[in-house]
T-cell receptor, first 111, second 112 residues
Framework: KAGVTQTPRYLIKTRGQQVTLSCSPI?????VSWYQQTPGQGLQFLFE???????NKGNFPGRFSGRQFSNSRSEMNVSTLELGDSALYLC??????????FGPGTRLTVL | GNSVTQMEGPVTLSEEAFLTINCTYT??????LFWYVQYPGEGLQLLLK?????DKGSNKGFEATYRKETTSFHLEKGSVQVSDSAVYFC???????????FGTGTKLQVIP
């Protein structure tokens, strides 16, 4: 089975812009989670979707949003980018045994 | 709420040394426990897992035993290699598609 894929792998944006990141889970997995990873804050949970519904949510401002499509693919959107949004954004899909599998991440740089 | 506590890093070991990375957790019920490894510039990879008390997860020479009585899931390896240099994360999942909780990660550096 193919693993979790994320696109794009690298992205450079300027402050005030918005960005959309994409994640395709492992085939058959219905849950997709998003995490932000920075050197200072570590790994922080953004949100999780299951069958197109947001199941869990972290403590991020409303500028961070997501959605999941009927084929389980998910997108994450960040509006009005700030310098502090520069990070590695990781997506993970979860199987029936509750195990998460991560993608390679999208490295976002905000200038 | 649930929490995972890992030992502070970085941990620096010589090649072939014995490795222990401590992980303790707080959770109600019987969560599943995981270790993930992250190499530079990559995502997290599942290293091993255990789903019930006294289970031992193992993979690539790494082992961890689910200890309910001490709420611990310490990662061990008998002889580390330079290629094991990475960041290791301990995590727990309560089940039922509830939020997964991660530790802060422990950086391991193995020197030749």
């Amino acid at each position: 089975k193919a693993g979790v894929t994320q696109t794009p792998r690298y992205l450079i944006k300027t402050r005030g812009q918005q960005v959309t990141l994409s994640c395709s889970p492992i085939s058959g997995h219905r849950s997709v989670s998003w995490y932000q990873q920075t050197p200072g804050q570590g790994l922080q949970f953004l949100f999780e979707y299951f069958s197109e519904t947001q199941r869990n949510k972290g403590n991020f401002p409303g500028r961070f949003s997501g959605r999941q499509f009927s084929n389980s693919r998910s997108e994450m959107n960040v509006s009005t980018l700030e310098l502090g949004d520069s990070a590695l954004y990781l997506c993970a899909s979860r199987d029936y045994s509750d195990t998460q599998y991560f993608g390679p991440g999208t490295r976002l740089t905000v200038l | 709420g649930n929490s995972v506590t890992q030992m502070e890093g970085p941990v620096t070991l010589s090649e072939e040394a014995f490795l222990t990375i401590n992980c303790t957790y707080t959770a109600t019920g019987y969560p599943s426990l995981f270790w993930y490894v992250q190499y530079p510039g990559e995502g997290l990879q599942l290293l091993l897992k255990a789903t019930k008390a006294d289970d031992k997860g193992s993979n690539k020479g790494f082992e961890a035993t689910y200890r309910k009585e001490t709420t611990s899931f310490h990662l061990e390896k008998g002889s580390v290699q330079v290629s094991d240099s990475a960041v290791y994360f301990c995590a727990l999942s309560p089940g039922g598609y509830q939020k997964v909780t991660f530790g802060t990660g422990t950086k391991l550096q193995v020197i030749p």
